[in-house]
C-alpha cells in the first residue's frame, strides 16, 4: 500500500491521479489532497478518498470547507504555508505535484526535506531551480519520478540502462493547434483556438504554453535537470500524432523510443507504481490504426518561446528563473485577452535581457528573481496594452 499526497488534485492531472487510485484501491491510500480555489471538488475528492488532511489554498474558502468537513475527523488547512506543510505530512511515501506554476518550488523543497519521493507534475520547479532541487533530492535519498509524458518515456527508455552513456535525447512535440502556421497568422489568433489542443485535455496555462511551444522548452530544461544532460543533448522533433513519446539516444548509436496513445494517467500510474509496471484496461495501440507517424523540425523564428528556452538553459543561472516568471505573467494575460499571442514572447524576451544575471543563485535569489520578474513582466504588460489602445 502506497501513501500519497496530491498537491493540486482538482486539476487535470490531479483528476486523473485520483481515477488511477480508484482503480486500484488495494494498491494506494491517499493521505493529503490541495487545491487552490475549487472548494467543491476539493470537499467531493475528501469525501471519497477520505484523506488525513485538506488544504484549500485560497483562505476566503477555508471556514465553509472546515463546516462541510466537520466531524469527518479530515484536517483542514488553508493558505500558502500549509502547502508545505501538506507536502511532508507524515505517513505518506510519495508526493504527486500537480499544481500549476512556479508556487509548486517551496512545497516540492518541503517534501524532499521530509524524505518523501516526488512524482513530478510540476515541471515549473525545475525550470525554476533545478540545480537545487536536485541536490536536495539526492541529499535525501529520495527519487524524482517524472510525470510529464515526454520525461516519462525517457525515463521508460533507460530502464536496465544504468552505465551506458546517453549520446542525446529527443522530446517529441505535437506543435500545438497552430503547427505550420505563419506569424502573421498568430498575431491574429484568439485565446480560445490557443486552447484547443489536438491530442491533449490539460490545464489552461500548460495548454497555451503547448501552442506557443514554450512547454517544449520548459520540457528542454526539465529534461536538462532530470537526466544531467547539456541542451546540447536535447533535440526536440515535431511530431503530430503524439504516439512516440520521447527517445534516447545511446552512445553505440541505438536508439530507443516509448510509444502509446496519448493518455496521462500511464505516466501518472507508471511514477506512483515505479519500479512495477500494473496492469490496466487503458484503450491500446494499433498500428492500423495509424498507417503513418511523421516527424519533422520545430520552426523556432515563428515559434520563438523555444529558442528562449534553449538560450535561458545555456546561459544558466536564474535565466530559466525569469523565462518561467516572464512566461506566468505573459500567460495569464493572454488568457485574460489583455495581450496577442505574439506579445507573449517579446514580453519573456525583454525580462531575460533586463533583469539582473545571478551566475549562481541561492533559494532567495531565485525566490527574489522570481517576484522581481513578475513585477517587471506585468508592468510591460500594461505598456503593451497601453500602446493597443493608441
Ligand atoms: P490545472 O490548471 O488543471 O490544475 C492545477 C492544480 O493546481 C489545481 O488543482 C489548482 O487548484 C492547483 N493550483 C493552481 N494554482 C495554485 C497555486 N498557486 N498554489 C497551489 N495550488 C495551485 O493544471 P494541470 O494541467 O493539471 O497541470 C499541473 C502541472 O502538471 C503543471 O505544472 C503542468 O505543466 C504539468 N503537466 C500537466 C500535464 C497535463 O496533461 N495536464 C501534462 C504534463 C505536465
Ligand atoms: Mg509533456
Known amino acids: 500500500m502506497k501513501n500519497i499526497a496530491i498537491l493540486g488534485a482538482t486539476g487535470s492531472i490531479g483528476k486523473q491521479a485520483l481515477e488511477v487510485v480508484r482503480s486500484n484501491p488495494e494498491r494506494f491510500n491517499v493521505q493529503v489532497l490541495t487545491a487552490q480555489n475549487n472548494a467543491t471538488l476539493l470537499l467531493e475528492q475528501a469525501l471519497e478518498f477520505k484523506p488525513g488532511l485538506v488544504v484549500i489554498g485560497n483562505e476566503s474558502l477555508y471556514g465553509q470547507l472546515r463546516a462541510d468537513l466537520s466531524g469527518t475527523g479530515i484536517q483542514v488547512l488553508c493558505g500558502e504555508e500549509a502547502l508545505s506543510e501538506a507536502a511532508a505530512w507524515p505517513g505518506t511515501d510519495i508526493v504527486l505535484t500537480a499544481l500549476v506554476g512556479a508556487a509548486g518550488l517551496k512545497p516540492t523543497i518541503a517534501a524532499i526535506q521530509a524524505g518523501k519521493d516526488i512524482a513530478l507534475a510540476n515541471k515549473e520547479t525545475l525550470v525554476v531551480a533545478g540545480e537545487i532541487v536536485t541536490a536536495l533530492a539526492s541529499k535525501h535519498g529520495v527519487n524524482i519520478l517524472p510525470v510529464d509524458s515526454e520525461h516519462s518515456a525517457i525515463f521508460q527508455c533507460l530502464s536496465g540502462e544504468t552505465g551506458n552513456e546517453i549520446e542525446k535525447i529527443i522530446l517529441t512535440a505535437s506543435g500545438g493547434p497552430f503547427r505550420g502556421r505563419s506569424r502573421d497568422f498568430l498575431a491574429t489568433v484568439t485565446r480560445d483556438e490557443a486552447l484547443r489542443h489536438p491530442n491533449w485535455v490539460m490545464g489552461a496555462k500548460i495548454t497555451i504554453d503547448s501552442a506557443s511551444l514554450m512547454n517544449k522548452g520548459l520540457e ?25 513519446h520521447s527517445l534516447v539516444q545511446f552512445s553505440d548509436g541505438s536508439i530507443k523510443a516509448q510509444m502509446g496513445l496519448p493518455d496521462m494517467k500511464l505516466p501518472i500510474q507508471y511514477a506512483l507504481t515505479y519500479p512495477e509496471r500494473i496492469k490496466t484496461d487503458f484503450p491500446r495501440f494499433n498500428f492500423f490504426d495509424y ?30 528563473c525569469v523565462l518561467n516568471a516572464a512566461n506566468e505573467v505573459v500567460v495569464a494575460a493572454f488568457l485574460e485577452k489583455r495581450i496577442g499571442f505574439l506579445e507573449m514572447s517579446d514580453v519573456v524576451e525583454r525580462c531575460m535581457d533586463d533583469l539582473p544575471f545571478v551566475q549562481q543563485p541561492s533559494l532567495s535569489n531565485y525566490l527574489e528573481t522570481d517576484e522581481h520578474t513578475r513585477i517587471f513582466a506585468a508592468d510591460l504588460v500594461t505598456k503593451q496594452q497601453k500602446v493597443h489602445l493608441i
Open 291 to 320: 498507417p503513418e507517424l511523421s516527424f519533422s523540425k520545430p520552426d523556432m523564428d515563428t515559434f520563438r518561446n523555444l529558442k528562449l528556452a534553449y538560450q535561458a538553459l545555456q546561459t544558466g543561472g536564474n535565466k530559466p
Open 220 to 244: 528542454v530544461i526539465e529534461a536538462s535537470w532530470l537526466f544531467g544532460l547539456t541542451a546540447g543533448q536535447i533535440e526536440v522533433i515535431v511530431h503530430p500524432q503524439s504516439i512516440v
